[in-house]
């Protein structure tokens, strides 16, 4: 599938679902302990890193946007559907919100301290994968945090309908989280951690994080190496400290 397809296959679905799947989504941090603990933890690596503009990338209505705003984060979203993007400026007039795409963000190289994709690189499919992956290490500062939850797991699904019955047509892919870090590391990412969320659930969730190599470390990253820690509590996803060049 070429990229104007599926990417144009996305926002006409999520444009159309936009206003339902905000309400299906409002509140629902509040019954997910482990995910906020994530983005706890995401918050307090922004903040020692100084500070800065964070970019949620493919935020949908803006939920995760608002909560990191609440953790104290200079937040702000981008995403595919414009009509989410007017959901969540609706829902947070106080947030900076725009559409754009993950695969060719309009962000400056170095631009933002920290950038998080939650669930959002779902519908990416694979070949796609790298050159994301690229566009988010070049507009990470050196050292800057990045954040993914995704579905685990095997293959993809075509969804063809969702969040109140509305038609789509979107397909949705799992993956495994050291498949997921092989991409990063290739990008240039140091990987810190990663923790398997309802790993009984039939479709299990992940959140992984990392971050963007220094410049000078790039061209050996594979002789430096990077130190994953697995982990299942909240409270053990200290990550190690960054590794020296």
Known sequence: MSVDRWLADTRSSYDTVAVSYADQLRGALAGAP????????FADLVHAEGGGPVADVGCGPGHVTAHLHELGVDAFGIDLSSAMVDVARRDHPGLRFEAGS???LDLA????????AFWSLIHVPDEAVPT?????????????????????GDGSRLKTQGYGGHPMNVHVHRRRPDHVAAWLRDAGFTVEAHMLIDPDESVPGAVLFAAASPKACLTRHSEVGSHRIVRDRPNALEPPPHQAC
Do not use: E, I, Q
Request: glycine share 12%.
């Open 109 to 116: 190289d170095a631009s933002v301290v920290g950038l998080l």
């Open 34 to 41: 482990y995910l906020r603990a994530a983005l706890a933890l």
């Open 132 to 152: 994301v992956f690229g566009h988010f290490r070049r507009v990470l500062r050196p050292g800057g945090p990045l954040l993914l939850g995704f579905h685990v």
């Open 102 to 104: 993950m695969t060719d």
